[in-house]
């Protein structure tokens, strides 16, 4: 099965407010982890990535937060706006290899007005 | 300067039938990775070349074959196609197999009737 899950398929969230996007990953040996954004009709666009030695990194209005003992990360996207709907992947790889990330499911962002 | 590029865009083929998408990886990019995304699923890797090799292969069928060309595009090609292969295919580029500058472009969606 796949390594990388996603708790929630849907996510609706009015302009303005602050999104949550979780992930649950399996792979122990995973040591790097990246959220992709994909808007309809487009490829995986990289957002922000973090590495297994830190347990939080923030972007423009995002932040990733990464909990090794339980195997979760999640992304926060502050002020969400209509452009911030899409479908959000988190992916998982294994240093010192190839990067060759492994997806999940996704989560669908959906921002009303 | 154009990122990664696929063609076609689009693409509606017989089930039997055989294909070939293409992808020509951003400027400075050696290395293509191929991914299939079915609907509503992550992308899955099906394979990455490098040096006009192929390099590491995902869990796919032998029927996905695969090429790179000294410009460093590449092709995809996929045999006796069944149903169950349409779906959108992703080509990614990157300077050898670095994490940093991972590309995707925006697709073939292939459809098999």
């Known amino acids: 099965g796949e390594s990388v899950g996603l708790h929630l398929p849907t996510l609706s969230v009015q302009e303005g407010d602050n999104s949550i996007i979780n992930c649950a990953y399996s792979?122990?040996?995973?040591?790097?982890f990246i959220w992709y954004k994909q808007e309809s009709g487009k490829g995986p666009q990289f957002i922000i990535d973090i590495r297994s030695n830190m347990d939080k990194r923030q972007g423009q209005r995002v932040t990733v937060l990464l909990n090794k003992t339980v195997k979760h990360l999640s992304l926060q996207i502050a002020a969400t706006q209509p452009g911030d709907s899409a479908v959000y992947f988190c992916a998982e790889n294994v240093s010192g290899g190839s990067y060759i990330p492994t997806f999940g499911r996704g989560t669908s962002l959906i921002v009303h007005p | 300067d154009a990122g990664v590029t696929q063609s076609p865009t689009h693409l509606i083929k017989t089930r039997g039938q055989q294909v070939t998408l293409r992808c020509s990886p951003k400027?400075?990019?050696?290395?293509v990775s191929w991914y299939q995304q079915a609907l509503g699923q992550g992308p899955q890797f099906i394979f990455q070349y490098y040096e006009e090799e192929e390099r590491q292969r995902g869990n796919f069928p032998d029927r996905f074959s695969g090429h790179q060309f000294p410009n460093y595009s590449s092709e995809l090609n996929v045999n006796a196609l069944l149903l169950g292969d349409s779906a959108l295919y992703l080509c990614a580029s990157s300077f050898q197999d670095r994490d940093y500058g991972y590309t995707f472009g925006s697709g073939t969606r292939l459809t098999v009737v």
């Open positions: 792979n122990s040996a995973s040591d790097y």
């Open positions: 400027s400075g990019h050696d290395t």
